[in-house]
């Protein structure tokens, strides 16, 4: 599904290639299962998979890897490329975000001119501004910050900022879409915004926009729940992001193809096969490094930045931990295996701290 195609043509691919999926699932496919799940997410049917052999066939001719060896390895190897090398590939891809994906290999991430007081200030008159008591801490605080602050590094002019913040939030489901068929008015929302942005950002910088700011965002909103539910409310933010790069990360699958013909955990893999790398099969070393997530591993050129702006974010709520409470459970995206995005948070702002 590389080829660019018509509307109707879209509207069919998109369709089909969903059908194919579920019909896979029905047939007792894990991968397919989990791809298609709504709840489970990377959590009871990725915990099966990690029982499979160290690498699980799946119906459609894709690979998984459950063995963590093996996935680091892979991550390192130029015989795997991040897009097909041809158009055709048997297994699904969305030429647009291929396109996207392409373009991140050789993109350089800028340096973000915003300092941690100006983040500061651009949270507390977000929460000033607040309308009524409740808010939506994804869409009215995180995802506007995130999008400042990439749109001051990538000189997107103060007029165009609104909408680049949304066209961020259209595009963010793109790393999901690379292995999820999206519903046929997400895909539209998709395609229309990856092209937008490229003709605001420029060819050469428009994965920073739709990459990076989906992990930045996706990882300030892991950091916000974390310290909302005060489970390490009192860690340090630079010792807490790291953190949930293994425990909520950002990414929790990674989809590569292969080169040429390769051998794996003992098994031939023919050239332009997809191979997927589960999170959990990428473990933590003992030194703690950061570098060994797959979130980094997968995504060395964006995701330092996206760290960056998380902590600084972060640091900029947990100024206002006193002030906040979740009056509600969050929002996840659908047909998001690989993000598990939450898309709302809702919570409470008193204008007192409490004691």
């Known amino acids: 599904m590389t080829a660019q195609c018509t509307e109707t043509e879209f509207d069919t691919r998109l369709l089909a290639e969903r059908a194919v999926q579920q019909v896979h699932a029905f047939h007792g496919d894990l991968v397919a299962r989990m791809l298609l799940s709504e709840q489970d997410g990377d ?10 052999e160290p690498l699980y066939r799946c119906r459609d001719g894709s690979v998984a890897l459950t063995d963590g060896t093996v996935a680091a390895d892979v991550l390192r190897d130029t015989r795997f490329t991040s897009v097909p090398a041809e158009p055709g590939t048997a297994q699904y891809t969305l030429a647009c975000v291929d396109e996207v994906i392409r373009a991140e290999s050789g993109v350089v991430a800028p340096e973000s001119p915003s300092t941690q007081d100006e983040v500061n200030g651009a949270v507390s008159r977000v929460l000033r501004a607040r309308p009524s008591a409740e808010l939506d801490l994804v869409t009215e605080v995180i995802r506007p910050v995130v999008a400042d602050v990439l749109g001051d590094a990538l000189d997107v002019p103060i007029v165009r900022r609104q909408r680049f913040q949304r066209l961020t939030e259209l595009a963010g489901r793109a790393m999901d ?8 008015t997400d895909g539209y929302a998709l395609r229309d915004s990856l092209r937008e942005l490229r003709d605001l950002c420029g060819a050469e910088a428009y994965a920073v926009a739709v990459l990076g700011a989906e992990m930045a965002v996706n990882l300030a909103t892991n950091a916000a729940l974390g310290m909302l539910r005060d489970l390490p409310a009192a860690d340090d933010l630079t010792t807490l992001v790291p953190r949930l790069l293994f425990q909520d990360p950002p990414v929790r699958l990674h989809r590569l193809f292969t080169r040429e013909p390769v051998d794996l955990a003992g098994q031939r893999i023919e050239a332009g096969t997809r191979v997927l790398i589960l999170n959990g099969a990428v473990r933590r070393e003992r030194s703690g490094a950061q570098a060994t997530a797959l979130t980094v591993a997968a995504h060395p050129r964006l995701a330092p930045m996206a760290i960056g702006i998380a902590i600084v974010v972060g640091a900029a709520l947990r100024g206002h931990l006193g002030r906040l409470r979740l009056i509600g459970g969050p929002a996840r995206r659908l047909r998001a295996p690989v993000t598990r995005a939450i898309v709302r948070l809702p919570v409470s702002v008193t204008d007192r701290e409490a004691r």
Do not use: D, K, Y
């Open 177 to 184: 879409a690379s292995v999820c068929p999206p519903r046929l």
């Open 43 to 52: 959590g009871a049917l990725a915990s099966r998979l990690r029982t499979e």
